[in-house]
T-cell receptor, first 114, second 111 residues
């Protein structure tokens, strides 16, 4: 079944700890995105990658880091520098160059502070 | 600066009524305007999308109306059902690049 898998579904972070959220896709899409969702704030772009080994900062990249070593995988690390990490994190993909191709989303990871 | 502004923030509609959600954008280079539907604990799913060369697109009970000169577009849900209760996001992009999202509308349809 083609799709985007985000894991874990729930994650708890202790003070001063880095945590990594996983995003894996088997849609063979080139571009992958990470969004943060807070109540009443919509979806805000953290990082995105349009090709392997390349990525760009989004609107709220501070306190986060990513890597894109494989086409299928785009993990997000929430570092201790991110002082307010509690949110719902969504990964999305899109096939660049396609006409009318929608952006597909995973089912998210909810991160909370212990 | 928010690229896409969405209203209202919340909407309560009686079953069988019409739900209307409005969005406005600033960047005239945007050429793709999707609407996403999100249920609690799930990722958003594409509902319907429009390009600026048409003024209206209908899929079942869902219709997008697009006004290029006013830089506005709206989602109409006809015969609203309790199962339509969800959060709706409008968005815009250029050349199918990154999407700019509105802040969302929480729709409640009560029986």
């Amino acid at each position: 079944d083609g799709g985007i898998t985000q894991s874990p579904k729930y994650l708890f972070r202790k003070e001063g700890q880095n945590v990594t959220l996983s995003c894996e896709q088997n849609l063979n899409h080139d571009a992958m995105y990470w969004y943060r969702q807070d109540p009443g704030q919509g979806l805000r772009l953290i990082y995105y990658s349009q090709i392997v080994n390349d990525f760009q900062k989004g609107d709220i990249a501070e306190g986060y880091s990513v890597s894109r070593e494989k086409k299928e995988s785009f993990p997000l690390t929430v570092t201790s520098a991110q002082k307010n990490p509690t949110a719902f994190y969504l990964c999305a993909t899109i096939q660049t160059g396609g006409a009318g191709q929608p952006q597909h989303f995973g089912d998210g990871t909810r991160l909370s502070i212990l | 600066q928010q690229q896409v502004k969405q209203s209202p923030q919340s909407l309560i509609v009686q079953k069988g009524g019409i739900s209307i959600i409005n969005c406005a954008y600033e960047n005239t280079a945007f050429d793709y305007f999707p609407w996403y539907q999100q249920f609690p604990g799930k990722g958003p799913a594409l509902l319907i999308a429009i390009r600026p060369d048409v003024s209206e697109k209908k899929e079942g009970r869902f219709t997008i109306s697009f006004n290029k000169s006013a830089k506005q577009f709206s989602l109409h849900i006809m015969d609203s059902q309790p199962g339509d209760s969800a959060t709706y996001f409008c968005a815009a992009s250029k050349d199918l690049g990154r999407l700019y999202f509105g802040r969302g509308t929480q729709l409640t349809v009560w029986p």
